[in-house]
Each structure stands twice: as structure tokens, then as C-alpha cells.
């Protein structure tokens, strides 16, 4: 069913920087991503992954790898497949702000305290949103403490997803960096689907799973 579907993915954490040393960045890891990835490979997906800074190695042959370091950067890549691409997933944990100017030489640490000024970055999920056909899925991703499912509810609301995938870091073993986490899939009915705690690599089956029952549902109807 995934067979010679063209998807993009992104993955990963980016890095803002505030001077040629220093960034803002969260503690992603890539895993999750890089996950769903080999899974629609195996599918035999047409697979397009734009990644911001990870350790890990994609060697998935015929694989589309964009390496990027910033939210303008992964934002400017996405587009260039927005218009071709059969289903988009929204791995990354896109860093929300940037700092409004990027120093060229390393800030000096004179003063006790400093202040670094910061823009929003533009929500590639929501450009997404914004140009998607009706022929096109997308996935989102919501990592909260809290109100969760309210939370997620907005952003899928917002960005056009057409199911989101919730995970918190309120337990060891969830969201950022490990080999596991723990999901819930939410639905644009308000139906929630949870899963346990699993490896990423079965996770990522659970959510490919959901993405072919929407296809068949779309493919029936
Ligand atoms: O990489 P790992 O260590 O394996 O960890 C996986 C993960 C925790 C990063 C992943 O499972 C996850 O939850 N990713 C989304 C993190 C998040 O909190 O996203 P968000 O709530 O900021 O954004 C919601 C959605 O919009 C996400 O699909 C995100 O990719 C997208 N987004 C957000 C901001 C932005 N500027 N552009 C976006 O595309």
C-alpha cells in the first residue's frame, strides 16, 4: 500500500546559534525519525528524509538524505518537496525560536548577566498546512508535560494533521534520546489510541500501521 508513495520526513533536533559557539537546541536525538523512516523503506516508500544534527547514519539505498542545521534551513528543504510529495511526517523538534542577530566572532563573557533576543521560527508543519492538497496526509508529533491531549488537539487543528502522534518525557524510557517511547495516537475523530512502552523501531511500526488504515479508509470511501 506504501509501495512507491514518496514521503517526506523530517527528523531530529535543529540548532540555533547565537554566535560562531554557541546555539539553542533540545535534546532530540533523531531516533524516532530515523525510525519511521527504515519502516517505510521497508515498505518500498520513496523515502525523503531531512534531517537536522544527529549521530546517526542513514544507509537506506535510493534514500533522499538532507542534512540541515536550522529551522530555516529544514524549512527551505521541506518545500522543495512539499508539491511532490504523496504524505509528509513532522518527526523533528523543531527549535520554536532563533536568535534575532547571529554574532561573527565568539560574545566575550564581560558582563554577569546577558540577554540574547529572540524571533520565532517559521512552523514548517503549518506551511505544510497551508499548500496541502487533499490527496496529501501528514503526521504530526506533539512531545508535552502536560494537557496532552488538549494540546495535541491544537496542533493538529492548526497544522491540518491528519492524525498526531503524543509522547511526553514524564517517564524514564519516553520521548527525547531513548531507544524506546511510549505513544498515543490522536485522531481527527477526538478518538485516542495508546500504546506501551516499546522500542522506537516498534513504534514506528504501530504508526506506519495507522497511516495504512487511514489510506485504505480514504482508498474505500
Ligand atoms: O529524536 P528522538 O530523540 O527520537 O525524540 C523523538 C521526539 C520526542 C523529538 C519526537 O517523538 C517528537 O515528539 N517530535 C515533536 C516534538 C515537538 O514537541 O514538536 P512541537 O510540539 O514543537 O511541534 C508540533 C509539530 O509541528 C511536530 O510535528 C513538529 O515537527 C512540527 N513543527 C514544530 C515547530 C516548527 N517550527 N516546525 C514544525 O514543523
Do not use: W
Not at 547571529?102 to 533576543?117: A, H, Y
Amino acid at each position: 500500500m506504501l509501495k512507491g508513495k514518496r514521503i517526506l520526513i523530517t527528523a531530529g533536533p535543529t540548532k540555533e546559534f547565537i554566535d560562531p559557539v554557541r546555539f539553542i537546541s533540545n535534546a532530540s536525538s533523531g531516533k524516532m525519525g530515523y525510525a519511521i523512516a527504515e519502516e517505510l523503506y521497508s515498505k518500498g516508500a520513496e523515502v525523503i528524509l531531512i534531517t537536522g544534527p544527529t549521530n546517526i547514519r542513514c544507509n537506506l539505498p535510493d534514500t533522499k538524505v538532507v542534512h540541515v542545521t536550522t529551522a530555516l534551513e529544514m524549512l527551505k528543504a521541506c518545500r522543495h518537496y512539499f508539491g511532490s510529495v504523496d504524505i509528509a511526517i513532522f518527526t523533528a523538534a523543531v527549535a520554536d525560536y532563533r536568535p534575532l542577530n547571529r554574532e561573527l566572532s565568539k560574545i566575550k563573557k564581560n558582563d554577569d548577566t546577558m540577554v540574547v533576543e529572540l524571533t520565532k521560527n517559521p512552523d514548517i508543519a503549518f506551511e505544510f498546512g497551508k499548500v496541502k492538497d487533499p490527496h496529501q496526509l501528514s503526521i504530526g508529533f506533539a512531545l508535552e508535560t502536560d494537557n496532552i491531549i488538549e494540546y495535541g488537539k491544537g496542533k493538529m487543528n492548526k497544522k491540518k494533521f491528519d492524525f498526531i502522534v503524543l509522547n511526553t518525557t514524564n517517564e524514564n524510557g519516553e520521548g527525547f534520546g531513548f531507544d524506546t517511547n511510549k505513544i498515543s495516537i490522536l485522531f481527527r475523530d477526538h478518538a485516542v489510541k495508546s500504546f506501551p512502552l516499546k522500542s522506537k523501531k516498534e513504534v514506528a511500526k504501530d504508526i506506519i500501521s495507522e497511516l495504512e488504515s487511514q489510506i485504505k479508509n480514504i482508498e474505500v470511501h
